[in-house]
């Protein structure tokens, strides 16, 4: 079965650096395409960016873009989440997501605090 697994989260100065991970299995995970999400407490989950099942093409959010980048290791299944210049408004669960046939899968998210 497909499951995601987010790692790498974490607690932050502003300004500082994370990269969230995401260990894929249960498919073939270099012909999809993957996005990342987050949601903050009391809000709704957002989409943050998307990157292609090669890893040469990739998209960001407004709020995120210049600041995060996106890449993949298709041998080790992983997807990963370069966090620069962190803000407190990034401030969040971090989840990754496929849809695969239609269906949505989603990891258990990892927790990304930026504060002083």
Known sequence: Q?????SGGGLV????SLRPACAASGFIFSTYGMKWFREASGKEREWV????????RANYADYV???FITSRDNAKKT???????????DTGVYYCNIDRRGLDYWGQGTQVNVSS
């Open 49 to 56: 960016a998307i990157i292609d099942s090669n890893g040469r």
């Open 79 to 89: 997807l990963y989440l370069q966090m620069n210049s962190l803000k407190p408004e």
């Open 65 to 67: 873009r210049g600041r």
């Open 13 to 16: 100065q502003p300004g500082g």
């Open 2 to 6: 497909v499951q995601l697994v987010e």
